[in-house]
């Protein structure tokens, strides 16, 4: 009898429960319903999405519900899968650690089912959506397949469903899918940088940073990371993991890739790559990101260290185009440039937005509350920024946090009015940057949607 393949164990081990109808566990339980096992399927949401989901489940023959999860059936099965966006202590989850069952993220499902495929893995807490979708344009720049998947939208289940695998695999993994991802191995691992978020998920720091260092559970002396060499969290901690360390920064030239401030130039492996003028993302953390991408895939593929490869990988970075809601200029209007940068859920991020812009600004700033104080955002707004507007569930935090500093503006939670009011004070000259702080879960479904209305009144007539 052969030994049966990874996905094929899981379903061996019984019933799955999945928990979660979002884009990440109907593409989950698809899979492992093609793998054979019995799944069931659940999501205590009652909106119009998720009751789609689970009427596209039930008529594919899968057991799915939604508006309430079965705690007996989850407690018994023998795999349950937890999408990213349940929190620990949701009852659907605390019945699944009640039970014997292996308690997985949709990320290790699909890895299990996609045996073999070489994959560079992006965590951190701020830029890995950008260099996950910089480190998937240059590996299809040097003439490989490549998707990007994870965290940056594209559930990875959904690529191992497909009809046929990439050559490649650009994968950002954020720190709730890396906590039940055990065979997580990238052929590189990048870890951008470390810095507070999720304290409204995580009992402290040292737990949120703990699971970021997941990312290399399962590296040996033979393995590659990419880690930025100017933040000293992610020194520390990642000093005494097994193999390679390769260096981004935008200080030392001593890195494996660097950033000449005198010569503005992006440096990779000791040579020139690119002009910074000639880099189109706004901020030095995307310099950063840049740097970090192009050693990523620069050591992932050894054959393309040639003259050649070098330069495809600097016109690739020329003609990057950058990613929605993120540093995102949307356009410019009576003079004023609305900036759209609505993926800065924490403090850190937001800070690194507003330290990019050159233009006196405007910041909009709320959403709900994360657990991180906007003291920290002080001595950037003092040094770029012309009034704060505060709103959404955040506000008063906000307000009481920054007023006894910088002028500080609360509103409510109408997107429109906030639209309205930032219309009203600037002037030409002037942006308007949406880098809220905060999660968008007060007002909007998600990032995407807040960006977008974002986009849509700033512009509007």
Known sequence: MSTPAPLDALAARGAVAVIGLGRSGVSAARLLARAGARVYASDAGTGPAVAEAAAQLTAEGIVAEAGGHDLARITAAGTVVVSPGVPPTAPALLAARAGDAA?????????????????????????????????????????????????????????????????????ELSSFQLHDSPSVAPTVAVLTNLAPDHLDRYAGLEEYYADKMLLFRNA??????????????????????????????????????????????????????????????????????????????????????????????????????????????????????????????????????????????ILLLGGRHKGEPYTGLVDAI???????????ESAPKVVKDLAPHVAVERLGSSFEQVIARAREI????????????????????????????????ALGA
């Open 103 to 171: 308690v997985l993220s949709e990320i290790e499902v699909a890895l299990r089912a996609l045996p073999g495929v070489p994959y560079i893995g992006v965590t951190g807490t701020n830029g890995k959506t950008t260099v996950t979708a910089l480190v998937g344009h240059l590996l299809r720049a040097l003439g490989h397949e490549t998707v990007e998947a994870g965290n940056i939208g594209t559930p990875l289940s959904e690529v191992a469903l497909g009809a046929r695998r990439p050559a490649w695999m650009a994968v």
């Open 382 to 392: 003092r040094g770029h920024a012309k009034m704060v507007l505060a709103y959404g």
């Open 426 to 457: 600037a002037v030409p000259g002037d942006a308007v940057l949406l880098a809220p702080a905060c999660s968008s879960y007060d007002m909007f479904t998600n990032y995407e949607e807040r960006g977008a209305a974002f986009r849509r009144l």
């Open 220 to 361: 040996t002396p033979a393995s590659i990371r990419v880690v930025n060499g100017d933040d000293a969290e992610v020194t520390r901690r990642t000093a005494k993991v097994p193999g390679q360390a390769r260096r981004f920064s935008l200080i030392d030239r001593t890195a494996d890739a660097w950033y000449d401030a005198d010569a503005q130039m992006l440096t990779l492996g000791g040579s020139a790559l690119l002009e910074r003028a000639l880099l189109p993302l706004l901020g030095a953390h995307n310099v950063a990101n840049a740097l970090a991408a192009a050693l990523a895939v620069w050591h992932a593929l050894p054959a393309d260290q040639t003259t050649t490869g070098r330069a495809r990988i600097a016109a690739a970075l020329r003609g990057f185009k950058g990613i929605a809601h993120r540093l995102e200029p949307v356009g410019e209007r009576d003079g004023v440039l609305w900036v759209n940068d609505s993926k800065a859920t924490n403090v850190g991020a937001a800070r690194v937005a507003l330290e990019s812009m050159t233009r006196p600004t």
